[in-house]
């Protein structure tokens, strides 16, 4: 009976370990989500770190002092002991803005064009007050991309317009078509018109005594002159303090 008691020990103590350091993907020192939301969440950044070995993480925090928010979560990131690869979503309240920092494998996945999908299907949630909506959506997203990724494929110009392009592709075929019929049916019409009236006028039965030209109207083209416009992406690759290489970007909502 002793003996299967020390065999259970190591067990035991290997189940309060993993539990002791499970890293915690979900972080609402706000107070936006229900305990419902955040443990929905909670399991699906787990069967994302589970699936991929990616660590995305969600903090939402009410006010970050005088630090930036890409530098609160850079650190966030690189001080608790999450893995290589990852993601993590900034909130903060008080002065309602959003940071996406990205690390190891995920800045190279989150592409501009990644990176385009993942801002404009969050901030649109974050605005409307639908936070939870938000984050299900971040999780999601980056399902996809590390789903493209592990294909050996990313989230780029041709998979955001595949449909576009397929439509396009039918379109253009089927001028093709169009103009190919028309050669073939002309080419088999030996009937040839007549373009001048010459053949069906008796010599000198036409004679014109006054000949004028008259101004009949004009045509004016206006080209409107372009002007530059300036656009924002994310914040490119730069360097935290613990001196990891970190990308993504943010702004406000």
């Known amino acids: 009976m002793k003996i299967k008691h020390l065999l259970f020990l190591p067990l035991l103590f290997a189940i309060l370990a993993g539990t002791a350091f499970a890293q915690e993907r979900v972080v609402d020192n706000a107070g936006l989500l229900s305990d419902s939301e955040k ?3 909670r399991r699906l ?10 660590d995305l993480v969600i903090v939402i925090e009410m006010d970050i002092g005088n630090t930036s928010p890409m530098v ?13 690869n990852g993601c993590l979503f900034l909130l903060v309240m008080g002065s309602r803005e959003y940071w996406i920092s990205t690390a190891g494998a995920g800045i190279e996945i989150l592409n501009s064009y990644a990176y385009g999908k993942l801002e404009s299907d ?22 996809l991309f590390l789903s493209l990724d592990r294909n050996y494929r990313s989230y780029n110009f041709f998979y955001e317009w595949n449909a576009v392009l397929v439509a396009v592709s039918w379109i253009i075929a089927f001028v093709i078509g169009l103009i190919v019929v ?8 030996t009937a040839l018109p007549q373009k001048a ?3 069906y006028v008796v010599p000198g039965s036409l ?7 008259n101004f009949l109207y004009s045509t004016v083209t206006r080209t409107r002159r372009q002007t530059e416009t300036s656009s924002s992406g994310g914040g490119g690759i730069h360097t935290g303090s613990s001196g990891r290489s970190h990308g993504g970007g943010g702004g406000r909502f």
Do not use: C, P
Request: aromatic share 24%.
């Open 72 to 84: 609160y979560a850079d650190d966030y990131f690189d001080y608790n002991g999450y893995s290589q």
């Open 45 to 54: 950044t787990n069967a994302i770190y589970q699936d991929y070995s990616f």
């Open 182 to 189: 028309h050669v073939w049916k002309t080419g088999m019409n």
């Open 207 to 213: 004679v014109f005594r006054v000949k004028a030209d």
């Open 122 to 143: 969050t901030v649109s949630f974050l605005s409307a007050g639908n936070y939870y909506e938000a984050y299900l959506t971040f999780v999601q997203d980056w399902e």
């Open 197 to 199: 009236a010459a053949a």
């Open 39 to 41: 443990e929905d969440l």
